[in-house]
């Protein structure tokens, strides 16, 4: 875990998806590693969490988006504090000091929005990139787990992923066997 994220309250609502365990005990079986595994592996491209996943690649995702816009801050800021350090309202004696504020507050509400304007949105394939790479640790542990287990990627050696028992060409479902994930 970074500095950043032992600071921040991410607010990461893992409910919409179950983390993979892969250990004894845990929640991933000879039935379903291969589907988990898909699952993992489609973040990336699909840009959202599937049935399966780990709040740390969000927070990773998250973290990406900081850095870009700590970059963007740095980069955009010395426009606006010039146009702001710059700026006169007009002569002190035509104004009153509260409609003087009231003129300064409005100046740099629409400077505030000129920055926000100058960095725009954060790029989001570089921050999904961060979350697939977290993402492809855990398929290694799952794969690592299921040799352990002695398990293979046809479904062979017992039941085999959605095609119910027998492994390859097993009886129901879609023929009991995925191609390798």
Known sequence: MTAASTHIHWGINSSGYQVPNPVDGGNITQANWQDVIRDLAGYEARQASGAW???????????????????????????????????VLGATAS????????????YLTSQKRAW???????????????????????????????????????????????????GTGGTGGTGGHHPPP
């Open 53 to 87: 996943h780990d709040p740390h690649a969000s927070e990773v995702h998250e973290l990406d988006h900081v850095h870009w816009f700590q970059g963007e801050i740095v980069r955009t800021w010395p426009t606006i504090e010039t146009a702001i350090t710059t700026h």
């Open 95 to 106: 104004r009153s000091r509260a409609d003087a504020e009231t003129a300064m507050n409005t």
């Open 116 to 166: 926000f304007n100058a960095y725009g949105v954060a790029p989001e394939p570089p921050a999904y990139a961060a979350g697939q790479a977290v993402l492809n640790g855990v398929i290694t542990r799952i794969r690592t787990y299921a040799t352990s287990k002695g398990w293979t990627a046809s479904g062979t050696g017992g039941t085999g992923g959605t095609g119910g028992t027998g």
